[in-house]
Structures are given as C-alpha cells and as structure tokens.
C-alpha cells in the first residue's frame, strides 16, 4: 500500500513563510513526477508547483519567485518552501506524486489527505 502524508501546514501572517512537506510510504518501486496542488473555497484545484524525477520544475505564474520545491530522492519527500504569503495563498494543498508500486507493471497518480493553511492576519 502506497501512501502521500504531508505536513507543515498552519495559520501565519501575510508576509510570513511556511515549509510543507511530504513523504510517500509503502511498497514503492519508483517515483516519477512530484508536485503540489491546492484548493481554495469555491475553485476548482490548481498546479503550484511541480517536480520531475531529475529536478527540472515548473510553477504556476501566481506563485513564481515566492514558492520553491525541492525533493530528496532518497527519502521519498518532496517539499514546498513558501515566502512572502498572500491572503490569495489560503487552501488546502495537497502533495501528488506518479509512483510505480512493487506490485505494479505501471506507475498510478497518488494524493495526499491535504494540509490547510491559512495566510490571515
């Protein structure tokens, strides 16, 4: 059984700065693209940011210049290093990952269960 868990997640003041982070667990054979995603009230879930295998990164335009991912490879964890948040930043994100299971020919899209986090004074 393969599994996301992120965490990180909470309440800081616009301005402030946040890490999310996310480990995948379980039967794992490989780990291709990572990413992060979120969903704000009433809207639809958007790409923040997203990861290859290699390092090679992509972020949504709102997000560029404050946001950066990384992985570690060998710990199976992607994170999300956030600077100068906005109110517009509040949402759940939630981490994905396209990982091949031991038990698979194929690699399956995975989520995590979502981390909140609010960006209020």
Same mark, same amino acid.
């Given at each position: 059984?393969?599994?996301? @868990?992120?965490?990180?997640?909470?309440? @800081?003041?616009?301005?402030?700065?946040?890490?999310?982070?996310? @480990? +995948?667990?379980?039967? !794992?054979?490989?780990? &291709? /693209?990572?990413?992060?995603?979120?969903? /704000?009230?009433?809207?639809?879930?958007?790409?923040? /940011?997203?990861?290859?295998?290699?390092?090679?990164?992509? =972020?949504?335009?709102?997000?560029?210049?404050?946001?950066?991912?990384?992985?570690?490879? /060998?710990? &199976?964890? @992607? =994170?999300?290093?956030? &600077?100068?948040?906005?109110?517009?930043?509040? +949402?759940? =994100?939630?981490? &994905? +990952?396209? !990982?091949?299971?031991?038990? +698979?020919?194929?690699? =399956?899209?995975?989520?995590?269960?979502?981390?909140?986090?609010?960006?209020?004074?």
């Amino acid at each position: 059984q393969v599994q996301l @868990v992120e965490s990180g997640g909470g309440l @800081v003041q616009p301005g402030g700065s946040l890490r999310l982070s996310c @480990v +995948a667990s379980g039967s !794992i054979f490989s780990i &291709n /693209a990572m990413g992060w995603y979120r969903q /704000a009230p009433g809207k639809e879930r958007e790409l923040v /940011a997203g990861i290859s295998s290699v390092g090679t990164t992509k =972020y949504a335009d709102s997000v560029k210049g404050r946001f950066t991912i990384s992985r570690d490879n /060998a710990k &199976n964890t @992607v =994170y999300l290093q956030m &600077n100068s948040l906005k109110p517009e930043d509040t +949402a759940v =994100y939630y981490c &994905n +990952a396209d !990982i091949r299971p031991h038990s +698979a020919s194929k690699q =399956y899209a995975y989520w995590g269960q979502g981390t909140q986090v609010t960006v209020s004074s």
